[in-house]
């Protein structure tokens, strides 16, 4: 990914220091009205961020019992977690732009991009055993976006030949991995005879559940931007997208679960996978 992100903003900064002199020499010699129309392809560089929520909760009638808040001594209820999610994105682009009249352009864009955006959420929360028994326990959920792409329509304003300040919106997708893990103290152990469900912990404790899911979502993006026009075919821009890719769920089970019982579980049910992206660009027009 950062070899990506630095070959990508090398043909970023080589493309710009060779379109100065072309565009030095056609602004002295003077030249016709700039026209968007026409194909494009060129690369971006920018950076993601957003905050993503994980609830938590039992995932068979054991574990739902034992954090309820009710029975001797009581569990608490699980709460939930927000990870601060961000990182580096870089990528490429392509599209068409039609000018309709001397102010508007219309046109369409699709992009691909790598992304490493990543974040933590977890919770702390009491775990109520029966018989007097209880233990603090945690939750940790992780999700992670390696890649994501859209295809958008474009529409722009010219308020001078050289300037396009659009609107655009459209379908996203990309993939996404998720991961939770249960850990507790050393040797923790429960089980119900009534549910048929228990767990046995390791010597550490540490992942006594674990779970995992990856998946390639789709959902929509929608954002505005600038563009300049620096000569006759290369272009720079500054964009702000919103991209959202839905929610999901993925359950925790235990590693071993208490013999003869079948393995407890918790489930993270993760909000929207949301985030926020700003990025440069630099086009080149054929």
């Known amino acids: 990914m950062k070899t990506f992100l630095i070959a990508a903003a090398a043909m970023l900064w080589a493309a710009v220091a060779q379109a100065q002199a072309p565009a030095r020499a056609q602004a002295n010699a003077g030249s016709p009205a700039y026209n968007w129309t026409g194909f494009y392809a060129g690369v971006n560089v920018g950076h ?52 309709t009249a001397p102010q508007w352009v219309v046109g369409v864009e699709a992009d691909f991009n790598g992304l490493d ?55 996203a997708y990309g993939q996404i ?47 505005a931007g600038l563009e300049y026009a620096i000569s006759r075919n290369v272009t720079l821009r500054a964009e702000y997208l919103y991209v959202n890719l839905g929610k999901t769920s993925t359950r925790a089970s235990a590693v071993t679960p208490q013999i003869p019982y079948a393995p407890a579980s918790f489930v993270a049910n993760f909000g929207d996978f949301d985030f926020n992206v700003v990025r440069a660009g630099l086009n080149y027009r054929f």
């Open 117 to 171: 955006l990543k974040g933590t959420a977890d919770s702390t929360f009491r775990l109520g055993m029966g018989l007097g028994a209880s233990q603090i326990v945690g939750l940790v959920a992780n999700e992670k976006a390696d890649w994501f792409g859209t295809i958008r329509a474009r529409i722009g304003w010219v308020p001078e030949e050289k300037l396009l300040v659009y609107g655009t919106g459209g379908l």
């Open 177 to 223: 991995r998720q991961s939770v893990v249960f850990n507790a103290p050393p040797n923790f152990s429960g089980g119900s005879g009534t549910y048929g469900v228990g767990f046995q912990c390791s010597a550490t404790g540490l992942d006594c559940f674990v779970g995992s899911s990856s998946r390639t979502a789709v959902g929509y993006a929608a954002g």
């Open 48 to 99: 993601g961020f957003g905050d993503q929520t994980a609830g938590f909760a039992g995932g068979d009638p054991y574990i739902q019992e034992s954090t309820s808040g009710s029975g001797f001594p009581p569990g608490t209820q699980i709460p939930s977690g927000t990870a601060n999610a961000k990182g580096a994105i870089g990528g490429i682009q392509f599209g068409y732009n039609f000018q």
